[in-house]
């Protein structure tokens, strides 16, 4: 019996036709230039591509797929660094916002609960740019912003409430005062989750 019709062999030359048809659309969608691994089967544009036949082929799949040939280091390097800049700018323009909250309204605990114990634990200061919210975790970073003065400040969620009416979040005096809240008591804000 030929070894060419064996279960083993027509499993690996599937698994290989499989691994070279993703390593050609990797190269077609300019994933080389991210994947150094994939940017070594680039084929030069000054050289003619070559074909490598691939046994006698399996149905749906192409018998020849074009033969890597590694791109030399000076092309490379251009290709790195442009990627790397390119990844910069992205980072730079995305924000550091994981999920906006919505809108709603915002008090601030008045100035007879310094120093008692916060859901957490911690001692209340309102000198710290701390906030009470429902539901979110301890610890996590919100950035709260006046609907009415447009001012933002970010606030670390280390107690439970408020459950006054309908208010979404309960700010530290020091938190109410960066976007001007403190002298009004409540007023509408604009919550994002941060990262």
């Known amino acids: 019996m030929d070894d060419t019709h064996t279960l083993p062999t027509r499993r690996k030359r599937l698994a290989t036709l499989i691994r070279l048809r993703r390593q050609r659309a990797m190269l077609v969608f300019g994933v080389a230039a991210i994947v150094p691994a994939s940017a070594a089967l680039a084929v030069s544009e000054n050289e003619a591509p070559q074909t490598v036949a691939i046994g006698n082929g399996v149905a749906g799949v192409d018998s020849e797929l074009p033969a890597a040939s590694p791109v030399p280091a000076e092309e490379a390097a251009p290709a790195k660094n442009r ?3 390119l990844a910069h700018q992205v ?77 979404v979040i309960d700010l530290s005096e020091a938190a109410a005062r960066t976007i001007g809240l403190a002298s009004r008591g409540r007023g509408q804000v604009r919550m994002a989750l941060l990262n």
């Open 83 to 85: 990627l790397a800049a």
């Open 91 to 167: 980072e730079a323009d995305v924000s550091d916002i994981r999920r906006e909250l919505g809108t709603g309204e915002a008090s601030y605990y008045g100035p007879g609960l310094s120093g008692r114990p916060t859901a957490n634990g911690e001692r209340f200061d309102p000198t710290e740019l701390t906030a009470a919210h429902r539901t979110l975790p301890f610890g996590s970073k919100v950035r709260v912003t006046s609907e009415r003065t447009g001012k933002s400040v970010t606030v670390r969620i280390n107690d439970r409430g408020p459950f006054h009416g309908n208010r």
